[in-house]
DNA sequence: TTAAAACTGCAACATTATTGCACTTTTTGC
DNA sequence: GCAAAAAGTGCAATAATGTTGCAGTTTTAA
């Protein structure tokens, strides 16, 4: 079944981080694996509904996941943290993240890496790089 | 005197840019002329202490400023609105930001443009790309 | 099996931004 | 310059999002 598989794979990948497997963990990261995209904690909850843990409880999991790097924070124009999986990005380098002006949704441009920004003034250490587009999708293009 | 020199260039871009010249709008601008890099309301107020309009207005300005192309938001991970003016900012590309994990101070890095993404998939329409570089700033590392 | 460690939920609170509306300032057309 | 219109402003109330403290529960580990 599907749905099991997904399970396993949630608690395998905690597993594998360090975490417990706790109910509250493993809905989370199912959710983070099936959408693939950054989500807002009002997002998630849209999405697991019922079995949706309280919003506390999500943003501590979550400052967990990012502390042990399984999830990154995504800074978008929509005033609230938003959270993905970190396993379709580089070591230094998320994939980009594109946003619709008119409608509003936000895309993940997986694949499509830019260089790394070159030439820093001295004693500046980059450990991270994240861009983020915004313009017109598909549908409202 | 360099004052009324800086007040004068506000005003200019002002009515450049189609503004009317009030107080509140010349203040602001000033200051955003003065920082060099984004800032948020808060910020801004700390800054212009006194002189610092209300902060349901200084939202407003910052919202008409940001639909005449004066004024970029940039999201960082305050959060907050941060706003910086685009006068060095391509025309889809604002220069990157740079901002340290450990004291949270935000650099701008002017001057160092990456290259526009390319292979976007077929109706997605470019209109604006920001980077976010997270690391070590010289003081800290 | 049980004690320790980790996690969770609820209520209260904090921070940041927005809305409505009355009042003021600035611009515009004479 | 002057009056009317247009644009901008401040205050109070409210909304949206995230955080803290703490008691109780679940999970892990010995
Ligand atoms: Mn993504
Ligand atoms: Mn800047
Ligand atoms: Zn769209
Ligand atoms: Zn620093």
Known sequence: MVNNDL??????????AGFN??????????????AGKPLSREE??????????DKVTVYRIMERFCAGNLVHKVYLSNRAWNYELAHHCDEKQCHPHFTCNNCGETFCLT???????????????????QVRIEGLCPACS
């Open 7 to 16: 399970k396993a794979k949630a608690e395998k990948i905690l597993k594998t």
């Open 21 to 34: 497997s706790t109910k509250a963990q493993i809905f989370i990261l199912q959710e983070l694996l099936k």
């Open 44 to 53: 998630l909850a849209a999405r697991l509904g019922e079995k949706c843990p």
């Open 111 to 129: 694949g499509l890496f830019l260089p790394m920004v070159k030439g820093l003034k001295k004693g500046f250490v980059v450990q991270r790089q």
